[in-house]
């Protein structure tokens, strides 16, 4: 059974100040029409918001005898009206536990953001707001502290779906072929060539079979510790159940081994996995990898068999090995991955653990 993962006390006290100092800040909720609208994109959608929105014809003397509420009414529905006339308007979706919230609201004007809904999922906290400056909002939010995505790129759950997932330092928080290697003292020598082919500089095939190879005469045996131990992302067994209970597919998909991943997927519950196979003789490593290499082209055939079957996929990655998948998917999540990864995603994930994607999910669910 592989160790799966506890909160932190002190990141569950910063959550809890965080929130207490952004539910100080009122927050815009718009109306269903327009959240509608702004993440389907569709012109009949933003028509229907604005013909919906009441027509205010009240002079200034009139709005000054109105109480301060029915004042705070009339000024959000214009506000509404102002962004959904503005085609640059964006929802952002930001995920944190900790960020300078009086930075942020000062810097609100600088991108035209509005916040729209504040909540709490699975003690992290996740904002949504708008701007007419999408690249840059996101980019300040993750300078700041928060994981952040453009909403409209994020997947309706009650769609059918698959789930497409690396297993090495994506569920589990290591390289399985590391904790190999240090059976016989070499981890070092082989984590360096795992550095180097998570980070594209290395073909991962070859350099997968050149560190198999220095794996010889490493008793199966002793896996049984090591898997044990396995240390399970934090925001993983939750993710897993969120998407197994709204009925999508999933399948871990690993440059690692088939005994790793087969507890990681019991522990987590994938549906099905897909890993390589070590030779072995008399329960000693030959040094040999058997079968068809779990490669980049074979991660993105995963996705593209789901994808056949018309589900939406979301795949999530952090090494060079899980470009081709995350390009295929619908959904591409990079997590805490390599800076060439980062750029094939449609949510980084740098400040978080799972429930980043967990919480993104949800929020996207809510709005709809």
Known sequence: MVKLATLDLAQRTRMRQ????????????LSSLAYKALLTRDPEAYAAALEALPVNDKTEKE?????????????????????????????????????????????????????????????????????????????????????SVNLSLVPLISDKGAFVSDMDSTMVTCECIDKIASLCGIEDEVAAITEQAMQGKLDFAASLQKRVALLQGVAVADFKNLIANL?????????????????????????????????????????????NVLGEENGILTGKVEGEIVDA????????????????????????NDIEMLKASNFAVAYHAKPVVDEHADFIIKQNDLRALLAILEMRAWLN
């Open 63 to 147: 709005l000054a005898q109105l109480k301060d509420q029915e004042r705070e009414l009339i000024w959000r529905q214009a506000r509404e009206k102002e962004i959904l006339e503005n085609e640059r308007m964006t929802l952002v979706g930001a995920v944190f536990t900790d960020f300078p919230i009086a930075k942020l609201l000062n810097n609100l004007c600088d991108y035209n953001t509005s916040i729209h809904v504040v909540k709490i999922y699975h003690e992290v906290i996740v904002v949504v707001m708008s701007t007419d400056k999408p690249e840059q909002f996101l980019q300040y939010l993750r300078d700041n502290g928060a994981d």
């Open 231 to 275: 240390p399970v992302t934090p925001g993983a067994d939750l993710l897993l159940k969120y998407l197994g209970d709204k009925g999508w597919q999933s399948a871990l998909v690993s440059g690692g081994f088939v005994p790793f991943a087969q507890a990681v997927a019991k522990a987590l519950g994938f549906n099905t996995i897909h890993a």
């Open 297 to 320: 082209p074979y991660k993105a055939k995963v996705v593209a068999s789901y994808q056949e079957q018309g589900l939406t996929t979301i795949a999530i990655g952090d090494g060079a």
């Open 18 to 29: 965080t929130a207490a100092a952004l539910s100080a800040f009122p927050a815009n909720n």
